[in-house]
């Protein structure tokens, strides 16, 4: 059985779309906390009423990002996890801290990587003009949206679109490309070998959804 750490932000989406799938389907896994830099994201509350243990490690009481990030990195090493996973998780990671969890560390983000990195993605990929928009599921390494790619979601972008209206639109699909995601690694056909993916051959994937590892 494989054990979860999920980190939060804000409202969790993502991290109730993993929780509504890992339930709902036979996982060889568990979430074994859901951990906040604040006290006032609402997922914590999402995640203690699925019986779920949650902690809080507050920015305010450190004096560097580095010892923040060595309390956090104790906070989750408590648990033992096999994956630790960002879910609206607003922090930037040291490289120490990323180092500790490399390759079983994730994030999703939302646009098709490399495109976009960073903040408002929906309202820049208007303003772009792209075609093409969506989410972007990644190992997380020391660089900022940089590592290796493991799948996508694509939406369109449609002529009438405004930030709201695509933001909801690839919000969709990250929800069901994330747990996906997810499943795939605690089943062992997602790993990191050497700084690159490798898939097995035998994943399936909706249309909309593009893999981008190395299959085995």
């Known amino acids: ?18 929780i509504r799938s890992l339930k709902a389907e036979d996982w060889p896994a568990e979430i074994a906390a859901v951990i906040s830099n604040t006290e006032k994201a609402a997922g914590l509350a999402t995640a203690e009423n699925a019986g779920i243990a949650t902690e809080v490690v507050s920015r305010g009481e450190f004096s560097s990002r580095q010892s923040y990030d060595t309390m956090l990195s ?15 998780f607003m922090r930037i990671l040291t490289a120490e801290f990323v180092r500790h ?10 646009s098709l990587l ?7 993605t929906h309202e820049r990929a208007i303003e772009a003009g792209v075609r093409l928009h969506g989410a972007t ?15 996508q979601a694509v939406v369109p972008v449609l002529p009438d679109d405004t930030e709201a209206s695509l933001a909801a639109r690839v919000l969709e699909q990250e929800h069901r490309l994330y747990p996906r995601v997810v499943r795939w690694f605690v089943e062992g056909k997602v790993r990191f070998d050497a700084g690159r993916v490798r898939l097995d ?12 590892g190395d299959f085995s």
């Open 1 to 18: 059985m494989k054990k979860i750490v999920i980190l939060i932000s804000g409202r969790g989406s993502n991290m109730e779309a993993i």
């Open 74 to 88: 104790e906070a989750i090493d408590r648990y033992a996890p096999d994956l630790v996973v960002l879910a609206g």
């Open 101 to 110: 969890y490399e390759g079983r560390i994730i994030n999703i983000h939302p």
């Open 114 to 120: 490399p495109a976009f990195t960073g903040l408002h």
């Open 137 to 151: 599921v990644h190992f997380v390494t020391p660089e900022l949206d940089a590592g290796p790619i493991i799948a």
């Open 201 to 212: 051959d035998a994943i399936n994937t909706p249309a909309e959804f593009i893999l981008t």
